[in-house]
């Protein structure tokens, strides 16, 4: 009777590595294609025509200063009059005043040394309170 000399198999204790990298970028795209990003739902802006100007009465706009130190100020029309307020009273202020005049107009303006951030709190304010004409200006 021969003995056979048959051979064991030897188990690997290794982990093969050599297609991870394939399987990680395979992923990878994968993850990149398929996903969706949100977009962001602001306030619609529509830019007048070059050149366009039209004339508005004072009595239709309703002044907001946003000052460096983040108080907000708000003068009525031709009012000489003007309100300190907080950035989060806007809204109230804007229901208020668009319930006794529905052609008003919200004039912002910014001044140059003023955050970015306490012209969208304003700005924030007036879209909760449903404005939807509002013109930006820089204060000069």
Avoid: C, Y
Wanted: no cysteine.
């Amino acid at each position: 009777m021969a003995i056979l000399n048959q051979k064991k198999s030897k188990v690997s204790d290794e982990i093969p590595t050599a297609s991870m990298a394939d399987i990680a970028f395979l992923l990878l795209i994968f993850f990149l294609v398929t996903t969706t990003f949100p977009k962001d739902k602001g306030l619609p802006v529509v830019l007048p025509q070059k050149g366009e100007e039209v004339q508005v009465s004072q009595k239709n706009i309703l002044h907001i200063i946003i000052r460096p130190d983040g108080i907000v100020e708000v003068k009525r029309g031709e009012s000489t009059q003007v309100q300190q307020v907080r950035a989060d009273d806007i809204e109230a202020i804007w229901r208020q005043d668009v319930a006794q005049n529905p052609n008003l107009i919200a004039a912002v303006k910014t001044h140059p040394d003023a955050p970015h951030r306490f012209m969208i709190d304003v700005l924030d304010a007036l879209q909760l309170a449903g404005a939807e004409r509002i013109s930006l200006q820089i204060l000069e």
